[in-house]
């Protein structure tokens, strides 16, 4: 019995030492680098560099984004004691508010020992020198520069560059699901919006870290390694700040959007949103009063009106509509159809009307339907190719579809179809059946459908490029600190399957709208062969005798488009401008697009090339001219735009 | 019962701040030997309640050490080092 309890106790004691030695073997053994590395952490800490931000510059080589030095002070928590004490030191050369405390509370809390914590940032010349001549009384703060953003042209890039700002736990979070989240700082800073978000990996470059060796107490007494910050590249851009600066000065006060294509290589001439707003509020966070002011503006000067915002296209719509007929066998280009000034669908006594035509064009042919935009013709073009083949003729145009720039937050518009209503009204049995009377409405581009203004541009292009679709782009090239070009854009195409006879059509049918439709105002003096679109997108629905009077204001004034390209034979540029709730598309939207040309194709001023000015008209009922040419809808319309 | 036992441990290992692993086997190992001398020494409870007494002691310093914070533990390493070659030395002269 003794001896089978001395066997037991051996037994017991031997294994449980097995276990403790088995269990030390895994930890120093297989658990080597992980314990090896807290070791090194022990007796050591890193000191991150910064690496300097990359800009980018336009077509032309000159500077959309600069970064900019600027002083601030700040402490190693290493070195920090008591808050107070510091505050109060420096709150007699330096004013400290109740958010800088705060912020560098929150930073402190959250860095390591060598994270330079900013108190400060943004001193003037003037706290500069006084805080270095008293930086006796507290050494443990530093005063040091660092580079920052800075956007020279405010709001005129607000849209398409966007902007950087701090650093958010969310945006950490986000990094971290790419494991890029080391090449951060706590009080670094992050493009939040736009091209600097897009392109946050290319500009950022790597973060610098030397590891100094520490003794007890924490002072360094040796650098074990040092890599040093690998600045980010900079990012050459595909626009033309002339043409863009045109751009936003041409849109005046209005709110609208201006996309400018180069339809070789779909890169983006000129991208303006209005309004904008000032990026460089955003970079160390935007003060109470100021994103009051943004948010509560009426004028939604936050939303990106030409990528994020869809509209209904009204008239510009035409065209595509004209070239799914073609495409799909419905009609022939100069099939002529009796245009009496309204349509009705067989069986049904209502008239969808042409109210500025009210006596219709008469025979009237596809080319001369798209230059004095006869909605007749396209009412009853639509109702004979029903909702399904219009889907499928537009979809080819990208309408409805995301076009894949290279700017986050895109919206896909809407094309719809009988699907999309049922599911969008699914609990309305009145409401959720596809009508013919819907298609009716589609085919002059009201109704449901809304489409961004690049994707207005972007399609314009296919059809100055004879059908070749090229996704649009800002990238241009991405450059090395000296200069040298790092990586090129490539792009991407794919060629429609509409016969290219159908698009030399449609190009000299949008000719004729220049120089004897809607857009004839634009035309006077041209020196170049000019092909567009009018379109005049109503914002609510009309009643017999005109607009209630209850849609009086310009909210409910219609929207006003202009699609165009230029030289027709070799474009070089593709324009779409929309103007919100601007009137008539050929008034509003075609003087712009006119001027944007002549600067483009001709170099020309301005105001040498307003000649033209005196020739703009607001279409009326005695006119040919046809763009208010929605306004027999009943449909209500505005639950379109977003 | 079993869910209770991994509580325990996990409740003892976190108190310590260790490898479960390691201060579960110690704590078997220290409290068997407790017993192996309890039966050694004729079941003298005096012994017994002496040792079970050093015991407790050394896993309150354990647990203290343990939870230390390194920041502070590296302020003080040389004097503990020197500190603890004099226990060594006192252990092989005085003991």
């Given at each position: 019995m003794n001896k089978s309890r001395i066997t037991a106790t051996n037994i017991f004691v031997i294994g449980a030492f097995i276990l403790l030695v088995c269990r030390y073997g895994y930890?120093?053994?297989?658990?080597?680098?992980?314990?090896?590395?807290?070791?090194?952490?022990?007796?050591?800490s890193t000191v991150s560099t910064l690496p300097?931000?990359?800009t980018f510059i336009d077509r032309n080589g000159l500077s959309l984004t600069n970064n900019i030095i600027s002083y601030a002070i700040g402490i190693l928590p290493k070195d920090y004691k008591n808050s107070e004490d510091i505050f109060s030191t420096l709150e007699k050369y330096v004013t400290?508010?109740?958010?800088?405390?705060?912020?560098?509370n929150n930073l402190l809390h959250n860095s390591k020992n060598y994270d330079l914590v900013i108190i400060k940032d943004d001193l003037s010349d003037k706290e500069v020198a006084t805080l270095t001549a008293h930086n006796y009384e507290f050494p443990e703060v530093s005063i040091f520069a660092r580079t920052k953003r800075y956007y020279p042209f405010d709001e005129l890039y607000s849209h398409s560059i966007g902007y950087v700002s701090r650093i958010s736990n969310s945006d950490l979070g986000k990094i971290g699901k790419n494991g890029n989240n080391l090449n951060y700082l706590r009080n670094d800073y992050v493009g939040k919006n736009g091209l600097e978000e897009y392109y946050e990996s290319t500009l950022r470059g790597t973060i610098g870290k030397k590891i100094i060796q520490t003794d007890a107490t924490g002072n360094e007494i040796g650098l074990i390694s040092n890599t040093h910050a690998i600045d980010g590249a900079t990012i050459s851009l595909t626009l033309d700040n002339g043409l863009q600066k045109l751009a936003n000065q041409l849109l005046g006060t209005n709110q609208g959007a201006i996309v400018a294509i180069d339809p070789h290589n779909g890169g983006i001439l000129a991208f303006v949103s209005k309004p904008g707003y000032n990026p460089n509020w955003f970079i160390d966070g935007i003060n109470t009063d100021d994103w009051s002011d943004l948010r509560d503006d009426p004028r939604k000067p936050l939303l990106n009106r030409a990528s994020q915002s869809s509209f209904p296209p009204g008239s510009t719509f035409k065209p595509f509509m004209g070239l799914t007929a073609l495409y799909l066998g419905y009609i022939k280009p100069y099939t002529e159809i009796y245009d009496p000034g309204y349509f009705s669908i067989p069986g049904s006594t209502h008239r969808f009307r042409d109210l500025l035509k009210l006596s219709g064009f008469g025979n009237i042919n596809m080319a001369r339907a798209i230059a004095v935009s006869s909605d007749t013709y396209f009412f009853r073009l639509a109702y004979e190719l029903g909702i399904d083949n219009i889907d499928k003729g537009i979809s080819l145009f990208g309408l409805g579809k995301k076009t894949g720039i290279d700017i986050p937050n895109e919206n896909s518009g809407l094309l719809p179809s009988k699907e999309w209503k049922e599911r969008r009204f699914a609990k309305d049995k009145y409401q959720k059946n596809w009508l013919p009377a819907d298609s009716v409405t589609v085919g002059i581009g009201q109704g449901f459908n809304h489409y961004t203004p690049l994707q207005m541009a972007y399609a314009t292009s296919i059809i100055a490029n004879d059908g070749i679709a090229i996704k649009p782009h800002f990238l241009n090239k991405i450059l090395n600190k000296d200069g040298s070009i790092k990586a090129n854009y490539t792009i991407e195409s794919h060629t429609l399957p509409i016969p290219k006879s159908d698009f030399e059509f449609m190009k000299k049918a949008m000719q004729m709208v220049i120089t004897q439709g809607t857009g004839k105002g634009i035309g006077y003096g041209l020196k170049y062969t000019l092909a567009g679109k009018s379109g005049t997108a109503q914002v609510v629905s009309s009643v017999k005798g005109g607009r209630q009077q209850k849609f009086a204001g310009k909210r409910y004034k219609d929207h006003a488009w202009?699609?165009?390209?230029?030289?027709?034979?070799?474009?070089?540029?593709?324009?779409?401008?929309?103007?919100?709730?601007?009137?008539?598309?050929?008034?509003?939207?075609?003087?712009?697009?006119?001027?944007?040309?002549?600067?483009?194709?001709?170099?020309a001023n301005v105001t040498e090339s307003a000649s033209f000015k005196k020739n703009i008209t607001t279409?009326?009922?005695?006119e040919t001219s046809n763009d208010a040419d929605n306004s027999s809808i009943e449909e209500p319309s505005d639950d379109t735009e977003n | 019962m079993i869910p209770k036992?991994?509580?325990?441990?996990?409740?003892?290992?976190?108190?310590?701040?260790?490898?479960?692993?390691?201060?579960?086997?110690?704590?078997?190992?220290?409290?068997?030997n407790l017993f192996i001398q309890y039966s050694a020494t004729d079941k003298d409870i005096s012994k017994l309640i002496?040792?079970?007494?050093?015991?407790?002691?050394?896993?309150?310093?354990?647990?203290?050490?343990?939870?230390?914070?390194?920041?502070?533990?590296?302020?003080?390493?040389?004097?503990?080092?020197?500190?603890?070659?004099l226990l060594l030395l006192g252990v092989i002269f005085l003991v």
């Amino acid at each position: 019995m003794n001896k089978s309890r001395i066997t037991a106790t051996n037994i017991f004691v031997i294994g449980a030492f097995i276990l403790l030695v088995c269990r030390y073997g895994y930890l120093q053994l297989a658990n080597y680098s992980q314990f090896l590395q807290q070791s090194i952490n022990n007796y050591s800490s890193t000191v991150s560099t910064l690496p300097t931000r990359g800009t980018f510059i336009d077509r032309n080589g000159l500077s959309l984004t600069n970064n900019i030095i600027s002083y601030a002070i700040g402490i190693l928590p290493k070195d920090y004691k008591n808050s107070e004490d510091i505050f109060s030191t420096l709150e007699k050369y330096v004013t400290l508010s109740a958010l800088d405390k705060k912020k560098f509370n929150n930073l402190l809390h959250n860095s390591k020992n060598y994270d330079l914590v900013i108190i400060k940032d943004d001193l003037s010349d003037k706290e500069v020198a006084t805080l270095t001549a008293h930086n006796y009384e507290f050494p443990e703060v530093s005063i040091f520069a660092r580079t920052k953003r800075y956007y020279p042209f405010d709001e005129l890039y607000s849209h398409s560059i966007g902007y950087v700002s701090r650093i958010s736990n969310s945006d950490l979070g986000k990094i971290g699901k790419n494991g890029n989240n080391l090449n951060y700082l706590r009080n670094d800073y992050v493009g939040k919006n736009g091209l600097e978000e897009y392109y946050e990996s290319t500009l950022r470059g790597t973060i610098g870290k030397k590891i100094i060796q520490t003794d007890a107490t924490g002072n360094e007494i040796g650098l074990i390694s040092n890599t040093h910050a690998i600045d980010g590249a900079t990012i050459s851009l595909t626009l033309d700040n002339g043409l863009q600066k045109l751009a936003n000065q041409l849109l005046g006060t209005n709110q609208g959007a201006i996309v400018a294509i180069d339809p070789h290589n779909g890169g983006i001439l000129a991208f303006v949103s209005k309004p904008g707003y000032n990026p460089n509020w955003f970079i160390d966070g935007i003060n109470t009063d100021d994103w009051s002011d943004l948010r509560d503006d009426p004028r939604k000067p936050l939303l990106n009106r030409a990528s994020q915002s869809s509209f209904p296209p009204g008239s510009t719509f035409k065209p595509f509509m004209g070239l799914t007929a073609l495409y799909l066998g419905y009609i022939k280009p100069y099939t002529e159809i009796y245009d009496p000034g309204y349509f009705s669908i067989p069986g049904s006594t209502h008239r969808f009307r042409d109210l500025l035509k009210l006596s219709g064009f008469g025979n009237i042919n596809m080319a001369r339907a798209i230059a004095v935009s006869s909605d007749t013709y396209f009412f009853r073009l639509a109702y004979e190719l029903g909702i399904d083949n219009i889907d499928k003729g537009i979809s080819l145009f990208g309408l409805g579809k995301k076009t894949g720039i290279d700017i986050p937050n895109e919206n896909s518009g809407l094309l719809p179809s009988k699907e999309w209503k049922e599911r969008r009204f699914a609990k309305d049995k009145y409401q959720k059946n596809w009508l013919p009377a819907d298609s009716v409405t589609v085919g002059i581009g009201q109704g449901f459908n809304h489409y961004t203004p690049l994707q207005m541009a972007y399609a314009t292009s296919i059809i100055a490029n004879d059908g070749i679709a090229i996704k649009p782009h800002f990238l241009n090239k991405i450059l090395n600190k000296d200069g040298s070009i790092k990586a090129n854009y490539t792009i991407e195409s794919h060629t429609l399957p509409i016969p290219k006879s159908d698009f030399e059509f449609m190009k000299k049918a949008m000719q004729m709208v220049i120089t004897q439709g809607t857009g004839k105002g634009i035309g006077y003096g041209l020196k170049y062969t000019l092909a567009g679109k009018s379109g005049t997108a109503q914002v609510v629905s009309s009643v017999k005798g005109g607009r209630q009077q209850k849609f009086a204001g310009k909210r409910y004034k219609d929207h006003a488009w202009f699609i165009a390209f230029a030289p027709v034979d070799k474009p070089k540029i593709v324009i779409a401008v929309f103007v919100e709730n601007g009137g008539f598309g050929s008034a509003a939207s075609a003087p712009i697009v006119r001027k944007m040309m002549d600067y483009y194709i001709l170099g020309a001023n301005v105001t040498e090339s307003a000649s033209f000015k005196k020739n703009i008209t607001t279409p009326d009922a005695s006119e040919t001219s046809n763009d208010a040419d929605n306004s027999s809808i009943e449909e209500p319309s505005d639950d379109t735009e977003n | 019962m079993i869910p209770k036992i991994k509580q325990l441990i996990h409740f003892i290992s976190s108190l310590f701040g260790l490898d479960k692993t390691i201060i579960i086997t110690l704590l078997i190992l220290c409290i068997g030997n407790l017993f192996i001398q309890y039966s050694a020494t004729d079941k003298d409870i005096s012994k017994l309640i002496n040792d079970g007494a050093y015991l407790v002691l050394s896993f309150v310093v354990l647990f203290i050490v343990a939870n230390l914070n390194i920041t502070h533990l590296k302020a003080i390493a040389t004097p503990l080092y020197i500190f603890s070659i004099l226990l060594l030395l006192g252990v092989i002269f005085l003991v």
